[in-house]
């Protein structure tokens, strides 16, 4: 493929034999080499990219200088190692475009600190990891309307969620939730928030509105 049309290309599908030939704004992979990670800084025009199965374990902190709106690392082996920060999400032009962050099936027992600084997210997808807390830094996070800890290690409810005005959907399901404990932590609820409490003991999404406790 020319370089020329490099700098234009907003969907590349790659595969284990053959590169499809671009079509819309999207980088699909399912090619287990995670080394091709480090060549796609030059794809500066990419919006998706949906990489789940590649066995990545570090994103490039190039990653950040991308316009990316949408980032799938769904079932990868990130927090192997498990690093603090993640440098790619310092970079000011992502922060600036990504929407939707897919972190689902990984290996994580904590999210980077620095996880905060995606100020614009509207969804994060973090089910099916071994996380127990969410980092400070989520306060920060004033547009997101979707947030998914399913298939987790949470005990309870991470507090810092009530601080997330926008939030719509938050599926905390397959958690080994404690709720009798948070009945030392609150004032008496009322029926709306009870009705939370109900929807939690059964493994259901709830909305944001029903989740913050006065």
């Not at 030059?42 to 490039?60: C, M």
């Not at 790619?88 to 999210?111: K, V």
């Not at 030392?184 to 259901?204: F, G, I, W």
Request: with cysteine; proline share 5%.
């Amino acid at each position: 493929m020319e370089d020329k049309g490099t700098s234009k290309t907003k969907y590349l599908n790659f595969n284990l034999l053959y590169v499809i030939r671009p079509i819309t704004g999207y980088l699909n992979t399912h090619n287990p080499l995670s080394e091709n990670f480090k060549n796609i800084t030059p794809w500066l025009n990419l919006t998706f990219v949906i990489v789940p199965g590649n066995k990545i374990t570090i994103v490039p902190s190039a990653f950040g200088k991308l316009r990316l709106e949408c980032l799938n690392l769904s079932q990868n082996s990130l927090g192997k190692p498990n690093l603090s920060k993640w440098p790619w999400m310092e970079q000011s032009t992502i922060r600036n475009t990504l929407l939707f962050l897919d972190l689902s099936s990984n290996f994580l027992t904590r999210l980077p600190l620095n996880i905060g600084r995606l100020n614009n997210l509207k969804g994060i997808f973090i089910s099916s990891n071994l996380l127990k807390e969410l980092p400070q830094s989520i306060r920060n996070m004033h547009t997101l309307k979707y947030l998914y800890l399913r298939d987790n290690k949470f005990f309870y409810m991470p507090g810092i969620i009530t601080l997330l005005d926008k939030l719509e959907v938050l599926s905390i399901a397959q958690n080994p939730l404690q709720i009798h404990t948070w009945k030392n932590k609150y004032k008496v609820l009322s029926l709306v928030e009870l009705s939370a409490n109900v929807t939690l003991q059964h493994r259901l999404v709830a909305s944001n509105q029903l989740l913050i406790y006065k």
